[in-house]
């Protein structure tokens, strides 16, 4: 390593409490929720298992992890980018990037084996979560934390869709309604919904896209922030929740830094949801059939990592299921990308990729994914080949997990 990028990591971590404060907020994330919440990653508590054959790279950014707005290039290692917040993949395997410092949308545009990083548009505001439908028609992304947006991909016409651009509460017409700081949309086309995780809300919403009505799916609507575990039951890992009760019903539940999303349709028309509660180190899962919030994975309010029984983790954030309904989880500040396995009424946790603070991927040829270093891993996509996307956040690029 340079001595540069030296001098770089070793002011990033000295700084990397401001850093967070000043930058990110989550999948934009508030770090001072993240400060009194989290923990330092146990790297000494270890269940790692290689995965042989998965390779970490660099996919688009500068190499070294600099800060830049260089598009138009042939080859996405020559572009750079500043603050990668949300991505979302075509059918074609291009991807779509918020560069959210920049105020610009990008496009990272496969050719073969080769990937290009091109401007797709120019904002008026910070670009954070972002959704593409599966036509590749349309894109659905956050602006300045509390407006959703959508842009036609033929015309480039950007459209409000929500929000009026307050930092408060309201339900209803979609027009009217408004948020505090969102940082995570899953698009439902089939049920035509848009979920929204409404993090300073400390809400999961709702929008119908037939209605144009905002609704609250999943929270307490009083604006509180607490711990709720639900009722105590044995944990998918085997363990025991804490016996803290307060309630499962999804309206009575109260949340503490809700931000990604995933949904896996169970038999029809039941469907179980899952979100992370970030600041509470947690994984939660809604399930349609019992109407009932439920802790799915992790300890609550206790940060660490472990892999095996007690599951454990720090401040998680994006999730992506794959074809084989295998959820993974940016674990932000283990800085690393862990996978749920799901087996009827256990799920098994592994750790894919990541060992510690840095920019590093892997290297010989042994291509260890657990030698990769990640800074700030946010926002997930996955493609059809069961690739993984991450954005890299402060080291300002895009990874790429490829599993041979």
Do not use: W
Not at 97 to 126: H, M, P, Q, R
Not at 224 to 240: I, Q
Not at 294 to 317: E, H, R, V
Request: charged share 25%; aromatic share 8%; net charge negative.
């Amino acid at each position: 390593m340079n001595l540069i990028l030296k001098l770089k990591y070793f002011s990033l971590i000295a700084f990397l409490p401001l850093l967070m404060g000043i930058v990110v907020i989550g999948c934009k994330k508030d770090a001072e929720e993240e400060e009194e919440e989290g923990g330092d990653a146990t790297d000494d508590i270890t269940d790692d298992v290689p995965q042989s054959g998965t390779e970490v790279s660099i996919y688009a950014g500068n190499e070294d992890g600099i800060a830049g707005d260089a598009v138009n290039v042939d080859s996405a290692l020559d572009g750079k980018l500043n603050r990668p917040h949300g991505i979302a993949l075509d059918n074609a395997g291009n991807l779509y990037v918020a560069d959210y410092e920049n105020k610009k949308i990008k496009f990272i545009k496969k050719s073969g084996t080769k990937a290009g990083l091109y401007s797709f548009i120019t904002l008026s505001e910070k670009p954070s979560a972002m959704v593409l439908d599966k036509t590749g028609n349309r894109l659905i992304y956050v602006a300045k934390g509390n407006t959703i947006k959508t842009i036609a991909i033929a015309g480039k016409s950007v459209a409000t869709l929500a929000g009026t651009g307050d930092n408060s509460f309201t339900n209803g017409a979609a027009a009217s309604s408004a948020f505090n700081e969102i940082s995570g949309l899953l698009l439902d086309e089939p049920n035509k919904k848009l979920y929204i995780s409404d993090t300073k809300n400390y809400l999961i919403r709702v929008l119908d896209l037939e209605t144009n009505m905002v609704s609250t799916f999943i929270g307490k609507t009083d604006g509180s922030r607490a711990f709720s575990t639900g009722k105590f039951h044995d944990r998918p890992d085997g363990t025991e929740a804490p016996k803290v009760y307060h309630s499962e019903s999804p309206a009575d539940m109260r949340l503490n830094g809700p931000r990604g999303m995933a949904l896996i349709h169970a038999t029809a028309p039941n469907f179980n949801f899952y979100f992370t509660d970030t600041a509470s180190h947690i994984i939660r899962m809604y399930s349609s059939e019992t109407d009932k919030v439920t802790i799915f994975l992790g300890q609550g309010k206790m940060a660490g990592y472990k892999d095996s029984a007690p599951t454990l983790f720090n401040s998680p954030k994006s999730l992506v299921v794959d074809s084989n309904n295998n959820m993974f989880v940016s674990d932000t500040l283990n800085y690393k990308i862990r996978k749920i396995t799901i087996a009827g009424t256990k799920a098994v946790v592994s750790t894919i990729a990541g060992s510690a603070i840095g920019l590093k991927d892997t290297e010989g040829d042994a291509h260890d994914p657990l030698t990769a270093r990640f800074l700030y891993p946010d926002f997930l996509a996955i493609n059809g080949e069961g690739d993984i996307f991450v954005s890299d956040t402060i080291n300002n690029v895009i990874r790429k997990i490829t599993f041979h």
